[in-house]
């Protein structure tokens, strides 16, 4: 039985895949050299530069409405929070020192402790109410 | 044309489509491997892991997890089966991470001062107390590895005995090969402006960075392997595990990125001997714990030349390097993961008992 000579089918997934394989390839080696250069380093650092400087104007306008509401409405700004929860972290730290105190303590008091012998059952009496009858 | 095999061809499709859809969409269950929060401060967690090996047949010697700054460190424990803290706790080690948590504003002013010299010794103090040993194993991976080095050289007491290093950027002074030092040169990037806006750097602006290394693969090529790979559950169970950690973004305090930028990737402090934390410089030559250094020779993130010269630097000596095929994540990750953990444990036992 002879073989029989498949005709190539433009439309067959795999043939498909294969070229679109080498493409991402060929496009990612591409890629990877572009953003390796000065000129890529340079356009996104200054994309960045332009929108932090644009945005700056309306970002310090948005701040301060915001500082000035809450103060008229007698409420903690953003800072104001941002300072108590430093504060928080310096009390945990300390809390954790005096665990971290107590746990040696603990440890001295287990190491130190002789054994103690087995308690003998002490019978108590208890009070016998008497019915009369 | 080949018959399917499929009864109903619609059901086929309706199947791939919904899970390609939760694979999009939804978060994948990651970091299950039990464990429970044994010391917290600020936003930091350590976790210990429950041991499933008898006490009497544990490794006596506990190791601490560190990874990086930026993404969660659940990567260490990315899914049942496929995760290195999985591995370890049945190799019989008592295994304890320490997840850095989100940074808040409160948080900006952080450096590596505070988490090389605040974070890690309380950690190390609750974890001596839990596991009862003076001398403990540190593993760090990533920005974790620059933490560890960092407090390895202030510390080199507190009973440190192994230092596991995964893929260190440690070493800045190839600045050609290295793309985030183009990106952030002084010409280009302002690092005073991008701090004064964010307060931290934002995870997003980091995830873009790690992406725009590969941006063809990252952006596109993931996604089309996704859909290629839509019939194998398997591959996609492993892309949705990966996508959930890559897409869990953090920021990174902005004292440590000021750091990393100015002190690190344009100065190159650490490796000179320059780099000072609270008056101290850090002197690698005061390293002396046993050191394993793993290095990923595909990395594009960090590349080899970052992590071999602090060989020459510390004074142990019992020291190793090892080259391992595979990326930045993937070494302990992804495909090469598997290769990579028996590796870690060869070298691990012998010196943990």
Known sequence: MSDKQQPVNPFDPATWQAGRDAYLDAWAKAMVEAVNTDQYAKATGQMLDSYLSASHPLREVLEKSMVHALQHLNMPSSTDLTALAERVTNIEMRLDDMDAKLDRIVKQFAQAAPAKPRGVAVKTKRARSTKRG | MAETSASNPFEALDEKARRLNKALTQKAPIGQTPKAVVWTLNKAKLYRYTPVVPPEQRHPVPLLLVFALMNRPSIMDLRPGHSFVEFMVKAGY???????????????HMTFADYALEYIPRAVRKMKTVSGSEEFSLLGWCIGSIITTLYASLR??????????????????AKESLTFAKWTDERYFDLDKVLA?????PGEMIDYGARALKPVENYVSSYVKLFDN??????VEAWHAMNTWMTDLVPIAGGAFRQLIDDLYRNNRLIKGEFVLRGERVDLARIKANLLNVIATADHITPACQSESVMSKVSSTDKELIRIKGGHIGIMAGGQAKK????IDDWLASRSK
């Open chain 2, 94 to 108: 008592d295994v304890y991470l320490l997840d850095w948590g989100k940074p808040g504003k409160e948080d900006q």
């Open chain 2, 156 to 173: 080199p007491d507190d009973g440190l005995r192994n230092m596991l290093l995964l893929t260190a950027p440690l070493d800045f002074t």
């Open chain 2, 197 to 201: 806006t964010f307060g931290n750097m």
């Open chain 2, 230 to 235: 839509a019939d194998d559950p398997q591959a």
């Open chain 2, 340 to 343: 990579t953990w028996p590796l």
